[in-house]
């Protein structure tokens, strides 16, 4: 099939190209520049100049395309306004592109976040019926992408929600390793916050079974690995794995400290005139008492059984890490 892909160049979208083109598949990454594709070229991948922002560069990209993963978009901004003019109107200028040169489209599979719905209860699972409630703007952008998407006459969608990404190629959690290699281990209020994760090729196996399955037509769907962990477990085993086997000390950093912590980074970082996810907007989703989600539908519906639990992911990202000499 001819594939294109949004958000090649990035973190989850270099692996889902990857794996397109391993497949078989003639795989085109929508990029801005072709330097920045670089790595997917000399796997195979084909370069579609353009951006969000360009319709002709859209249009352009898609005759003869079966097959739309859309991940772009932003994860960091400087105003929600900014989140909403890629997360949604990037993605309904793509899908105005679609509707005008491509009516014979098999699947468009939209990439979206758990920071659609927002977080749970302690124990709670987040189900796809689950009523959106999104604390930040990042959220709300992503779930107005999804309303979009929804909205489309004629369109065949299928729109994932993974919770937090980690694995090779991954430069945020990469700061997590990097601290806890000391010995020290900083978790967001008392580390009870339950989380569920997945590990990157694991998602990518169930985002190209969305884009494939007859009965993921008009579905949602939550992709993530059914353990559920703390956050105390997690930087606990990342500790572990990137010390040799020692645990590392866990340092609480109760809200009165995280907030004002977290608004001079998100200072210094303006001042700087560089983005983060380390935001006093995002202080909201890092507090919230759980984002454990429910994967009964995807494993039902997809036949998905992602096989990283957080040992194995947590080993085979420091392994990679070190390999890369990140963690030296």
Known sequence: MRILVTGATGFVGSHLAAALVARGDEVYCLARRPEQAAFLT??????APGSLEDTASLEAALPGVDLVYHLAGLTAAGSEREFHEVNEGGTQRLID?????LPTLRRFVHVSSIAAVGPTGFGGRLTEETPCRPLTAYGRSKLAGEMVVRRAPGLPWTVV??????????REMLRLFRIARWGVAP????GRQELSLVYVTDLVEGIVRAGLEATALGQTYHLAHPEVVSSRDLVSEIGRAVRGGRAPLILPVPASVAAPI????????AAAGRRTVVSEDKLAEFLAPAWGTSVEKAERELGWRPPHDLKRGVAETTAWCRAEGLLA
Request: aromatic share 6%.
């Open 42 to 47: 000399s796997l195979g991948a084909l370069v």
């Open 97 to 101: 592109a679609i509707r005008a040169t």
């Open 161 to 170: 929600r993974p919770p937090v990404v980690y694995g090779p190629r991954d």
């Open 187 to 190: 978790v967001f209020g008392m």
């Open 262 to 269: 977290v608004r001079a980074i998100g200072r210094a970082a």
